[in-house]
């Protein structure tokens, strides 16, 4: 399978990449290390189209939902449908708008982002009422650990690792939303 993944080099989408390549499957890695920029819309999703599968990673003011409303008029305009899927990195911020303590970023930038992650989500409801190809998932992490100067949150290569399983675990599940967060304390079942 070919997979898209924005912001590739780095944290979340680089564990993506790793694992994901490592399952067999062909990447096609969208980074600025790469001199890629998610900014240039119709360029990017000229790279994605290609792909079965989109990992919609990389955030950058309003570039993240304006690429995913690109790629999909592409993947949904395709004849006939071809199962195609896209999987919008998002935020458990979302849900918790009063939640501000992640690690070294102040309110407003906090909260900048969270409404640009809110705009994805908006964006990713309504594109999923018009049509049912291409699929779309909202993932949202809680604190994941992807900054090497703190290890704060879950394990990158842990978290993703669950989320490719709980995908790929049974293909005739649709997951349309899912919030993966991390204990300090494991709790007995």
Known sequence: MKIAI??????????????????????IGISRRDGENIRRVVHTATL????????????SNYAQTELLYEVWKRWANWMPPREKWIWNISTMLTQDPEDYKAGG???????????QKVALE????????????????IIRPGTV?????TNEGADVNVWVKSIIDTFTHN????????????????IPI
């Open 122 to 137: 908006e964006a990713s409801q309504q594109l999923r009422a018009k049509c049912k190809w291409p699929k779309i998932s």
């Open 48 to 59: 994605i189209e290609p792909a079965d599968l989109f990992i919609n990673n990389a955030q």
């Open 171 to 186: 293909p005739n599940i649709n997951i349309t939303d899912i919030s993966v967060g991390w204990i300090e304390q494991r």
């Open 105 to 115: 970023l102040n309110a407003e930038s906090l909260g900048q982002y969270r409404t």
């Open 6 to 27: 924005t912001g590739h080099t780095h944290g979340i989408g680089k564990a993506f990449a790793e694992q994901l390549s490592k399952r067999g499957h062909e990447i």
């Open 145 to 149: 650990a992807t900054n090497d100067e």
